[in-house]
T-cell receptor, first 111, second 117 residues
Framework: AQSVTQLGSHVSVSEGALVLLRCNYS??????LFWYVQYPNQGLQLLLK??????LVKGINGFEAEFKKSETSFHLTKPSAHMSDAAEYFC?????????FGKGTRLSVIA | DADVTQTPRNRITKTGKRIMLECSQT?????MYWYRQDPGLGLRLIYY???????NKGEISDGYSVSRQAQAKFSLSLESAIPNQTALYFC????????????????FGPGTRLTVL
């Protein structure tokens, strides 16, 4: 069975601080992993994806994520938070089934 | 123009009514999906279709049906709506990709907010 666990339903950071959103996965096949962002009243937008090439994946808006097989993790980071990063973030997994999503982490950025 | 459109964007209906949510795409993708989003539960797959003749149940298909009218159109129906179907519904599309598997990026519509009273 495939599953995704996002640690922390809500994360709050100060503007300019490091953003770290955690995602762990379980998969019986080599996984493809995704991070999506949802801004208020909008659909989901792809931030980045891991497809078994480089383990460090760079995405849009300064975000990046590192695939760590030994830890079954795919955490999302950004060195310096901006007010515009406030949104909900979803980690998702696919392999031999359509996407399986985590429950989401809401990021708040404090001025 | 948006690549994936959903109509209506908002709908309020009553228990027992039949509701259809529509999705259209101009991306030329074969694969289409319907999800529902509930606070704290993330997105859950309702149905998906890999081509016009292919329909598959997802994690939470009970109480829903779908129709794939054409490559570009995929509709979701609630035959007899109930209050716990109140949610945000998303349509998504993806290409088959090089592997032919399920590993390709999905592109989402803006969502339909459905309220069942």
């Amino acid at each position: 069975a495939q599953s995704v666990t996002q640690l922390g339903s809500h994360v709050s950071v100060s503007e300019g601080a490091l953003v770290l959103l955690r995602c762990n996965y379980s998969s019986s096949v080599p996984p493809y992993l995704f991070w999506y962002v949802q801004y208020p009243n909008q659909g989901l937008q792809l931030l980045l994806k891991y497809t078994s090439a480089a383990t460090l994946v760079k995405g849009i808006n300064g975000f990046e994520a590192e695939f760590k097989k030994s830890e079954t993790s795919f955490h999302l980071t950004k060195p310096s938070a901006h007010m515009s990063d406030a949104a909900e973030y979803f980690c998702a997994l696919s392999g031999n089934t359509p996407l399986v999503f985590g429950k989401g982490t809401r990021l708040s950025v404090i001025a | 123009d948006a690549d994936v459109t959903q109509t209506p964007r908002n709908r309020i209906t009553k228990t027992g009514k039949r509701i259809m949510l529509e999705c259209s795409q101009t991306k030329g993708h074969d694969r289409m999906y319907w999800y529902r989003q509930d606070p704290g539960l993330g997105l859950r797959l309702i149905y998906y279709s890999f081509d016009v003749k292919d329909i598959n149940k997802g994690e939470i298909s009970d109480g829903y049906s779908v129709s794939r009218q054409a490559q570009a159109k995929f509709s979701l129906s609630l035959e007899s709506a109930i209050p716990n179907q109140t949610a945000l519904y998303f349509c998504a599309t993806s290409d088959e990709g090089t592997s032919g598997g399920t590993t390709d990026t999905q592109y989402f519509g803006p969502g339909t907010r459905l309220t069942v009273l």
